[in-house]
């Protein structure tokens, strides 16, 4: 696609056979296919093909006489081309017998044939307010965009639109032990094969990896549902083992607000997912009370365990959830 400053020049010349009101040179530029269009401001004005173009053009050519002529001012008008195919869009003014200097707009659609360029599509419409038309004002200027953008600045990913989000913790029971009885190349092996695993799923379920902490992962979610379902995704896939390795990995789940900040999330929040995994056992997923609230019966859960949390005070309700 590239500018054309050369249609610019064809609609310009449209404009001032316009005025002549001749019809027949006014056709000139239109081309014969059966699918040539003309859409003009009022509601019957949806006019097909080159002879009811012609026809009904002529028409109104000489009533447009008759009230003592049209004239055109474009005040803007940009023009583009890709192949045989240009489009060309104008700010007008049009006056018309006592109606004088309408604002107006034009879009005109052209196609090459041989040397010249024929218009196939033509739309023409004064200018309505959305309030006048829809009775309802819409937004209509980019500097009204822009500030709208700027008062409503999307959620950090993983957040809810509410500002509240689901934490994951994942991370690898006695991986210090498995380290030493793998060997370090293949430990770090199954690290990679591991991490894989946790971030496909989490792309899958519509999470974000916060941070990689060695042998687990910080993920978070703006929904307690996908969190949940990507947990189970990430135990039934490491549940597998890696070439006969066995990989027990607990994960813990809570739901709330955070404070987000530079990619990462800060909080209780944050501190009571992290504690509900580290009370977790290899292979088990717990949910705090918060995320069995927000599931409401969507998946199968075991009954409560009561836990006292480490630098949390009170005792705190766990669920272990059912996945295999």
Same mark, same amino acid.
């Given at each position: 696609?590239?500018?054309?400053?050369?249609?610019?020049?064809?609609?310009?010349? =449209?404009?001032?056979?316009?005025?002549?009101?001749? !019809? *027949?040179?006014?056709?000139?530029?239109?081309?014969?296919?059966?699918?040539?269009?003309?859409?003009?401001?009022?509601?019957?004005?949806?006019?097909?093909?080159?002879?009811?173009?012609?026809?009904?053009?002529?028409?109104?050519?000489?009533?447009?006489?008759?009230?003592?002529?049209?004239?055109?001012?474009?005040?803007?008008?940009?023009?583009?081309?890709?192949?045989?195919?240009?489009?060309?869009?104008?700010?007008?003014?049009? !006056?018309?017998?006592?109606?004088?200097?309408?604002?107006?707009?034009?879009?005109?659609?052209?196609?090459?044939?041989? &040397? %010249?360029?024929?218009?196939?599509?033509?739309?023409?419409? %004064?200018?309505?307010?959305?309030?006048?038309?829809?009775?309802?004002?819409?937004?209509?200027?980019?500097?009204?965009?822009?500030?709208?953008?700027?008062?409503?600045?999307?959620?950090? &990913?993983?957040?809810? &639109?509410?500002? !509240?989000?689901?934490? $994951?913790?994942?991370?690898?029971?006695?991986?210090?032990?498995?380290?030493?009885?793998?060997?370090?190349?293949?430990?770090?092996?199954? =690290?990679?094969?591991? *991490?894989?695993? $946790?971030?496909?799923?989490?792309?899958?379920?519509?999470?974000?990896? $916060?941070?990689?902490?060695?042998?687990? %992962?910080?993920?978070?979610?703006?929904?307690?549902?996908?969190?949940?379902?990507?947990?189970?995704?990430?135990?039934?896939?490491?549940?597998?083992?890696?070439?006969?390795?066995?990989?027990?990995?607990?994960?813990?789940?809570?739901?709330?607000?955070?404070?987000?900040?530079?990619?990462? %999330?800060?909080?209780?929040?944050? $501190?009571?997912?992290?504690?509900?995994?580290?009370?977790?056992?290899?292979?088990?997923?717990?949910?705090?009370? !918060?995320?069995?609230? *927000?599931?409401?019966? &969507?998946?199968?859960?075991?009954?409560?365990?009561?836990?006292? =949390?480490?630098? =949390?005070?009170?005792?705190?309700?766990?669920?272990?959830?059912?996945?295999?």
């Amino acid at each position: 696609m590239e500018p054309a400053p050369e249609l610019v020049d064809f609609f310009e010349r =449209l404009l001032t056979v316009s005025m002549t009101l001749k !019809s *027949e040179l006014f056709m000139e530029a239109w081309s014969r296919h059966a699918g040539s269009l003309f859409i003009g401001p009022d509601p019957n004005e949806w006019w097909e093909g080159f002879d009811q173009i012609a026809a009904i053009g002529a028409a109104q050519f000489h009533e447009m006489r008759d009230l003592g002529g049209i004239t055109f001012q474009s005040d803007e008008v940009r023009a583009w081309k890709e192949g045989t195919v240009g489009w060309i869009a104008a700010k007008l003014r049009v !006056s018309l017998g006592e109606f004088e200097n309408q604002d107006a707009r034009m879009t005109v659609i052209v196609h090459e044939t041989g &040397a %010249f360029w024929k218009v196939v599509h033509w739309h023409f419409a %004064f200018l309505v307010t959305n309030e006048e038309a829809l009775g309802a004002e819409l937004t209509t200027a980019v500097d009204e965009l822009l500030l709208l953008v700027q008062d409503q600045s999307p959620p950090p &990913a993983g957040m809810a &639109a509410d500002g !509240s989000v689901t934490i $994951v913790f994942t991370d690898i029971e006695g991986s210090t032990e498995l380290m030493e009885s793998m060997g370090e190349s293949k430990w770090l092996e199954l =690290l990679t094969w591991h *991490e894989s695993v $946790v971030k496909q799923q989490t792309l899958i379920f519509g999470g974000t990896v $916060v941070k990689n902490q060695g042998d687990g %992962f910080m993920l978070a979610f703006p929904a307690a549902g996908s969190a949940t379902a990507c947990a189970t995704a990430i135990q039934r896939s490491l549940s597998i083992g890696w070439q006969g390795v066995d990989l027990p990995v607990r994960v813990g789940l809570h739901t709330g607000n955070a404070k987000a900040e530079a990619g990462d %999330f800060f909080g209780r929040t944050v $501190v009571l997912a992290a504690r509900v995994a580290n009370s977790a056992g290899g292979g088990e997923i717990l949910l705090s009370q !918060s995320v069995h609230d *927000e599931l409401d019966g &969507a998946f199968p859960l075991d009954n409560a365990r009561t836990l006292a =949390l480490k630098g =949390l005070s009170g005792e705190h309700a766990v669920y272990p959830l059912r996945w295999r």
